[in-house]
Nanobody
Framework: QVQLVESGGGLVQAGGSLRLSCAAS????????MGWFRQAPGKEREFVAA????????YYADSVKGRFTISRSNAKNTLYLQMNSLKPEDTAVYYC????????????????WGPGTQVTVSS
């Protein structure tokens, strides 16, 4: 089982940038599809981005395409999410997840979630 811990959240003005990190424990990080999800107050958790085992293939929700970039370092057991041109509607708790597969780009068979990191974008 892999354990995940996110970091890098915070308060930023609209148009600004943040870089989230997700540190994974264990030596099997490279065996998992990885993804970022987010949950805004009063809303369901939604898919943000995903990346395959090698890091070559990436997938994004339409709402973040062109602004967010997901990447991973299997050598460092770390997942990243670079967020640029942030908007107030990006305000949410962001979670990383490790999964056994992916369907249409969305990570599934999720076996571990991080506790989340808060991102707040002010207008």
């Amino acid at each position: 089982q892999v354990q995940l811990v996110e970091s890098g959240g915070g308060l930023v003005q609209a148009g600004g940038s943040l870089r989230l990190s997700c540190a994974a424990s264990g030596r099997t990080f490279s065996s998992y599809y990885m993804g970022w999800f987010r949950q805004a107050p009063g809303k369901e958790r939604e898919f943000v981005a995903a990346i395959n085992l090698s890091g070559i293939r990436t997938y994004y929700a339409d709402s973040v395409k062109g602004r967010f970039t997901i990447s991973r370092s299997n050598a460092k057991n770390t997942l990243y999410l670079q967020m640029n041109s942030l908007k107030p509607e990006d305000t949410a708790v962001y979670y990383c997840a490790a999964g056994l597969g992916a369907s249409q780009g969305i990570v599934n068979g999720i076996i571990s979630w991080g506790p989340g990191t808060q991102v707040t974008v002010s207008s």
